[in-house]
């Protein structure tokens, strides 16, 4: 059985930083591209950061690059965001993902496994 889980969110001031954590269990295999969505109250689910097999592609939406950093570590089955910078509009829950392929993803529907989310509030 397949299992992400999140962790690393809580409350931050704006300006300040976090590092997400994803644990992946189960058969998740290291060729599997990875990325981390979020979902605010009220919104729809985003794409925020995709990372490929391994690791050499990565993409981040526009609201997030330049402040967020993802990468992974395929002989421990772990995924990270590094949010720096962070601002009011960046609070919601954020979800890691695997994909089917190796490539990169920005769109939900090429997600096949999501964890439960962790929550990342950031206060002004």
């Known amino acids: 059985q397949v299992q992400l889980v999140e962790s690393g969110g809580g409350l931050v001031h704006t300006g300040g930083s976090l590092r997400l954590f994803c644990a992946a269990s189960?058969?998740?295999?290291?060729?599997?591209?990875k990325g981390w969505f979020r979902q605010a109250p009220g919104k729809e689910r985003e794409f925020v950061a995709s990372i490929n097999w391994n690791g050499g592609s990565t993409y981040y939406s526009d609201s997030v690059k330049g402040r967020f950093s993802i990468s992974r570590d395929n002989a421990n089955n772990a995924l990270y965001l590094q949010m720096s910078s962070l601002k009011p509009e960046d609070t919601a829950v954020y979800y890691c993902?695997?994909?089917?392929?190796?490539?990169?993803?920005?769109?939900?529907?090429?997600?096949?496994?999501w964890g439960q989310g962790t929550q990342v509030t950031v206060s002004s």
């Open positions: 189960g058969r998740i295999f290291s060729t599997n591209a």
């Open positions: 993902a695997a994909a089917s392929g190796p490539t990169a993803a920005k769109y939900a529907h090429e997600y096949i496994y």
